[in-house]
């Protein structure tokens, strides 16, 4: 993850117009929602894990499982289209 956001950085640092910072400025706040996804919903529930189980924390983990699937997918597919573009080109 520290590559992903390292890399994000990089790209928006590299980018020569405003207007082509937008689908990489998509790219970094979707990484942001990942990683806030992981730290603020995700990990709680692995604390209460730990102490016990707990089905509700299951559930929620589970739900924010998907919602972090979606989130990663989401990015990879904007990535394979910005890839296509700029080799389209």
Not at 62 to 67: D, P
């Amino acid at each position: 993850m520290l590559l992903e956001a390292l890399s994000s950085l990089l790209l928006l640092h590299w980018i020569p117009t405003p207007h082509s910072m937008i689908p990489f400025l998509t790219l970094f706040a979707l990484l942001v929602l990942i990683w806030l996804s992981t730290f603020l919903l995700q990990m709680p529930q692995h604390f209460r894990l730990e102490k016990n189980k707990n089905h509700q924390a299951i559930h929620h983990l589970i739900l924010g499982n998907w919602v972090r699937t979606l989130l990663w997918s989401l990015r990879s597919l904007a990535l394979i289209h910005l890839t296509w573009l700029s080799l389209c080109q």
